[in-house]
C-alpha cells in the first residue's frame, strides 16, 4: 500500500496502491468515503484513475446495498486468456500474423455499434426470461442477441502474445509459447441495465432525502425489489459477458487451429472486473464493488493486461485484506481520450507500435479540441506504465506469467 487517509467529515479512510493518483479521482474516493451505506475503507488500486461516480480502480464494501455506479456500465466487463503449446517461433513472421489478424477480422465483428447480421442463439436468454419474465421488455432485446460474440470498441481488444522472463529480459525458461487474450463485456446489455437502474436509485435516495456527497453515487436497498432486480439482472450480464467472451475465442482457438493444425490448448483462465459480489471481510458479510478491479483472492488465477503495446500479466491472487482482496484491472489511463488525441502525435504512437500488427489509427469520433484530430486515445502513451503498476501490487498478486503483444486488434 502507497498511503492511507482519513479526511475530515468521512465515515471511512481511504487506503491506495496508487502512488499519484489524479485529483478527480482522489475527489471521487473522499465522497464515497462519506458514503452512508459503505463499511471499513475504500480501496483504490494501482491503476486507479478518474471514473462516472466512482473511480476506475476502484473497490468498496456495501452493506446491504448495491451502487450500480459502483459497478458501471459495462457490466461484466473482463478478460480471458488461453494457453497454448505453440513456439512463438511460429508466429514470427509479420506477413502470417496479418493473415490471423485479417481473418479474424473477418469472423468477429469489432467496433463501436457492429453486430452480427443476425440473432445469435443461447439458452441464457430463455433461462432469464423463464425466470424474470416480468422485464422481457426491457431485455435481452434484439440487439443484446446480435451483440451476442462481438468485441465492441474503446479498450476492447483481442490479442495475440507471446511469454517473456517475468522480467521483462530474455525468454522464459521453458521457451516463448503464444497465448491468445481478449477483453470484452456485455456490450450494450449493461449499459442499459446500469442506467435503468441508476436512475431508480436517484429517484429513491431523493425520495428519502438521503444526504450524499455526489448523487451518481445513489443505491437501492438489496432487501428491496430494486435492489433484488437490480443484483439479479447485473448476474445475467455477467453471464452474458463471459459467454461473449467464450464465443470469441473460441473463434479464435479455431483460426489458430487453421494455421497452426497440431495446436493444443492447455488451459483458460476468465474474470470479470466490473462487477458486485457478497462476500465477507473483516467478520462481516457484505457486497463489494469492484470497478475496474480484479479479485485476487489467495491463490486465485486472474489477469492484469497492459496497454495494446506493453506487456499483460497472468498473476496469482495474494488473497490481501485490505484490498479487499483486490487487484488492479490493468495499467489504467494517464491521459483522457481527448488529451491523448490532442497531444500525442501519430508518429510517436507508430514508434510505440513498432514490431505489433494492429490496425491503424483513425479520425477522432468524440467531441471538444480534440475532434478532427486522429484517435491516439488507445495508444500505449496515453496509459500508465503496466510494470509500475504490478510493481505497485506485490502484496496483492505474485507475476506468474508475462506476455507481450504480436497482434493487437481493437474495435
Known sequence: MKWEKNEEGCFIPIKSWCDNCEEGAIKQAINLAKHPALVHHVALMPDAHLGYGMPIGGVVAADNVVIPAAVGVDIGCGMIATETNIPAERFADMRFRRTFQEKLKSRIPVGEGESHSCVQNWNGFEEYLENNGERCNLWPSKLDRMNLGTLGGGNHFIELQKTTALDGMGEPKDGSKIWLMIHSGSRNLGKRI??????????????????????????????????HEYFTDMLFALRYAKENRRRMMDIMKETVA????????????????????????????????????????????????????????????LGNPMSFMSCSHGSGRKLSRSLASRTLTVEECDKAMDGIVCERWHKFRGYGKAKGNMDLSEAPQAYKDIEDVINAELDLVEPLVRLVPLANLKG
Open 258 to 317: 487453421e494455421l497452426v493444425p497440431e495446436v493444443d490448448f492447455t488451459q483458460t483462465v476468465d474474470i470479470h472486473h466490473n462487477y458486485a459480489a457478497f462476500e465477507e471481510h473483516f467478520g462481516k458479510k457484505v457486497i463489494v464493488h469492484r470497478k475496474g478491479a480484479t479479485s485476487a483472492k489467495l491463490d486465485e488465477i486472474g489477469i492484469i493486461p497492459g496497454s495494446m503495446g506493453t506487456a499483460s500479466y497472468i498473476v496469482r491472487g
Open 194 to 227: 446500469e442506467e435503468y437502474y441508476h436512475r431508480i436509485a436517484s429517484r429513491m435516495c431523493s425520495r428519502f432525502h438521503v444526504a450524499l456527497a455526489d448523487p451518481d453515487l445513489a443505491f437501492l436497498p438489496i432487501e428491496e425489489n430494486q435492489g
